[in-house]
């Protein structure tokens, strides 16, 4: 499998693509991709025995790529202080130079994803003003960390209740995502924009809102992409009703594959994690866990 054909599955059209020959690639970049494709389709245990060799990787970007990753993975299953050290690690393996790949895997790239990590990392622990402080160091040179700025801004805004502050960079991620027909960051920042456009509740926000998530939870069921899938759907519960049980399935059936996917400590994690419906599993009830603030994915 050639590089181009990775960066499709990783950053393009392709997320539901077949990677797995690519985990005995001879290069380590390959099989960093290999595992952020495994990742974005809820094969979290593959994707970590994976990144957890190449944080080692005598090159520096990808052994902080790596970690990043990883902390991503930590972070949608609840261990945001699991995540927050390996953030810690990445943004030490690098310098702030080097940059001009266009998806983000040099120095530069893999600085951002650090910060924007720790950043998301801070939010989940509910810390919002360090969170904002976080985000303000970030400094974006790829069409990838635009997107992923996008995010952690809704992010944040909509976990300080200003619904309203969130759409606009949840809008312009939309927007770049779009326009560069990255399918699994175009729909994550599908989730993302109708999240907040549901929260904000203006009625034609909600209208778009929910038109927006529905059809990312079918686009997003159609490709594999389980850890966008639960989230989407219990957006869904409550703001559309005529959806409102299959979604709960849905959820209930994507949660379950991920967990399944996972190794034993996320797992473990996530079903203590006040972040992760677990609920679910065990009642097909909507869980007390709020899911409108936390879909730190990538």
């Not at 690519?22 to 974005?40: E, F």
């Not at 005598?58 to 790596?66: F, G, K, R």
Request: net charge negative; charged share 20%.
């Amino acid at each position: 499998m050639t590089e181009e054909e990775l960066r499709r599955a990783a950053f393009g059209d392709s997320p539901d693509r077949d990677v797995w020959s690519a985990l005995a690639s001879p290069t380590s970049r390959a099989r960093w991709l290999a595992a952020v494709v495994l990742g974005g389709q809820g094969h979290y245990a593959a994707a970590a025995t994976a990144l957890d060799a190449l944080r080692h990787d005598p090159d520096p970007v990808i052994a902080s790529l790596s970690l990043s990753t990883r902390a991503s993975h930590h972070r949608q299953l609840g261990a945001h202080h699991l995540a927050r050290a390996l953030d810690g690690e990445a943004l030490a393996r690098v310098q702030p130079a080097g940059r001009g790949d266009p998806d983000g895997i040099d120095a530069a790239g893999a600085r951002t994803d650090a910060m924007l990590g720790l950043a998301a990392d801070s939010l989940g622990a509910q810390r919002l003003g360090e969170a904002r402080r976080l985000l303000a160091r970030v400094e974006t040179h790829s069409w990838r960390s635009e997107v992923r700025r996008g995010w952690v801004t809704a992010e944040i805004e909509l976990a300080s209740g200003r619904a309203e502050a969130a759409v606009a960079p949840a809008e312009a991620a939309y927007g770049v995502a779009t326009s560069r027909k990255a399918l699994r960051h175009e729909l994550k920042s599908a989730l993302v924009l109708g999240t907040s456009l549901v929260v904000w509740g203006t009625p034609d926000g909600l209208n778009r809102g929910v038109e927006l998530v529905e059809c990312e939870l079918n686009h997003s069921a159609a490709k594999g992409l389980h850890p966008l899938i639960w989230p989407s759907a219990l957006v869904l519960v409550g703001h559309a009703p005529t959806v409102g049980a299959v979604a709960i399935d849905r959820a209930t059936e994507a949660l379950s594959c991920v967990l399944r996917r996972a190794d034993a400590v996320s797992r473990q994690v996530a079903l203590d994690s006040p972040w992760v419906p677990t609920g679910l599993l065990r009642s097909g009830e909507p869980p007390n866990a709020d899911p409108q603030t936390n879909f730190l994915t990538d």
